[in-house]
């Protein structure tokens, strides 16, 4: 049996709660794309990440890295958001507020969920020049 984690889910939404009377979670809006009409830009809007680990066996740190694929420079890195590990055989599950992102240009960057020095998963996120129209006349 292995002693490494294993990801349910690594998801980036506008929103993700809890609800009060249960173990349910609430994600809402999720998304992988962004678009800006200019660069360099930050993507402002509220985001959080939902973190679903299964088999954790020993306390550990996360980890957030944005990281722009352009020339692999890592933009942001979280501060390390320790997690406990599991009881009676359940999952463990997150929520952690994604700061605002930085976008320098258009293009492929990455969201890196490490758990200590390992790297878990990664969400890619795509942005993309959206051409403003401007109304006739």
């Known amino acids: 049996m292995s002693n490494k984690p ?14 009060v009377n249960h173990r349910k979670f609430t994600i809402v809006g999720t998304f ?12 402002q ?6 973190i679903n680990i299964a088999e954790l066996r020993n306390d550990a740190e996360i980890t957030l890295r944005y990281v722009d ?9 979280s501060p390390k958001f320790p997690v406990k590990k599991a009881s009676n055989n359940r999952n463990i599950e997150v929520i952690i507020d994604i700061p605002p992102l930085p976008i320098p240009h258009p293009g492929t960057f990455h969201l890196e969920l490490w758990i200590k020095d390992d790297l878990l998963s990664i969400a890619k996120i795509i942005v993309e020049e959206h051409k403003e129209t401007l109304p006739p006349g």
């Open 45 to 50: 809007k509220p985001t959080k990440a939902y």
């Open 6 to 19: 294993v990801l349910q889910a690594f998801i980036i939404a506008d929103d993700v709660y809890q609800g």
């Open 32 to 43: 992988n794309m962004i678009t800006s009409v200019k660069f360099p830009t930050m993507y």
């Open 69 to 77: 694929l352009k020339d692999l420079s890592v933009l942001f890195e």
